[in-house]
């Protein structure tokens, strides 16, 4: 019997002796039009070689699967289903008592069949990643050798400037971490306390890490001290951000991005640093030019500087998807940049005494950092009361009209600041919130669901913070009249989750929409439970985090739903690079590897139970 169905992913990953042993144990059977699969067939595992078969749990219609696609007949999470042929069908039947010896000691073939979705789509990212620097991309920090972790030097805050740049020079590092002993205060104290410390335990004093580097050098010199008697607590940076070791690398560069900081402090699970992450040396790991962006953006002068830099984002993000990185860290990346790019553009068009009297907010999956390419512009101008600029409409539309020509298209339901809705004053924009929670309309709960997906761009960031506060407790005012019940009503607009197998029939026709089938639901059923908690984050990422600490949801629902949502985003965004239409989210069954539509059909069935879990939450199912 020829082994070629052995031979295809993921059973590529046996090993020669493990798929002869397989091959001795496999054989093809043949069932007629309509038959269901017989009962001693359950227990081991199919490949399609010849026709069609659906698969059902009891009586609900599950997956259509063809040729090459293949399942399962073990019962999973205490689910069991049955098959039944459309055609007169060829299979091959792998026994399940030697497949499971065998994945027993092979972990990687295990995963790819067998796992939780989160590990299963971790697998198959890291077959992807062909060459050694794309798989060393799913390693954690602490797998990098020394070349990129640098170790962590330290001297005590009693020394002077010229011991630090002393101990810099012999150590060949560009910084120094300085330790310091400092009072606990109430505030901490209350959140140990808080968190079941005993009080007789809590220390007095705690010891704080900072750092020294050479930009710090330069600027004890510009300010004339005196480097042999001046302490160099004087000159410390105590605000550190850190890193766990087990965290990916291009989780580093986020946060780097972000935080605009050149240096992480690797902490282990003791939270002791175990060494130091340098921008330098992890741009150069991860051969990208993002900080070649962030420059040009920051170097800028006028708009058409601004706009040169645009055209490289679109550079680096095929860059990343081509290097493997995973679709939620190019997200982050990708808001990063562009609210520096708005930034820049606002910065270049209102005079000083607007900037500083305004908040810019961008909204929708730009807000939530989870747009890929250049999404419809979602924005929104707070001014602070009792502040008044003639031109600020002009100011407005020229932004809109800025952005558009940079290739952010406008936002076909008018959510720009341009239109005077999105523009207002604090009170203006309070009173309004109000006048959207209780009207109850669609349109209105529409314009919610964006704004509470608000992230601050520029500007005074404490007219957001006083906007946050006033639609909070406007939904706290609005809960006994069923608001989150409307609220979260547009996760059933698009059908049955269950009528998107039917998509898997093989007809050149059957393109499933990646964002009504599974982004929206996810994105939206999140978005009322936060909403609900009072998670104030805005990406669903985290706010699945957060939901699962709340106990909200299972973890392991969230983390499911968290990988399902991001397996959706790196579909959606590879049809988009291979397509002149950016704005593309279809994707045809038919063009996926049967390890790619084993995933999909997962990954729907994730949204299908999700929907059916905030229908029954929220009583959508007779409100």
Known sequence: MSDLHLTHPPFDKLTASERTYLKQ???IIYLDNLQTLPADCYGDFFIIIKGQIHQFHGEEFIASLHVDDWFDTQPRDGQTFSF???QQSLLYRINGKILAEITHNNSTLKNLLFADLSARLSQHQARLANSESQQLLYKPISTLTNSHIKTAHFIHDTATLYDATTAMLQHDAKHILVKSQARLSDKERDKLIAQGVDKQSIPEFIERIGMFTQTDVCTAISQKADFISTPVKKFTNFNLRSILAQQDVSEALLMML?????????MNASGEIIGVLG???LLSYLTNHSNLITARIEQAQTLDDVAQAVELIGIFIRQQQQNGIKTHIISRMVQSLNSQVFSKTW????????FHNTCLLVMGSEGRGEQILRTDQDNALIIRNGFKDENLADYAKKFNDTLANMGYPYCDGGIMICNERWRKTLTAFEKQINEWFSSGQSEHMIWVATLVDAHVVCGDERLFQSLQKHWQIALNSHASANFLNRFAKPILQFGDTGSWWHKFTGGKDNDIDLKKAGIFPIVHGVKALSLEHTVEVTNTKARLQQLAEKKVLAENTAQNLAEALDFFMAKRLEVALNTADKSARKVNPSTLSALEKDLMKECLAIVKDFKSFI?????????
């Open 347 to 354: 910065q270049l068009i209102v005079p000083s005494l607007v």
């Open 258 to 266: 972000q935080n605009r900081v050149h240096r992480l402090p690797v």
């Open 25 to 27: 144990h496999s054989k």
């Open 615 to 623: 229908t029954h939450h929220y009583r959508l199912d007779i409100f």
């Open 84 to 86: 039944i042929t459309q």
């Open 279 to 281: 921008q330098t040396e």
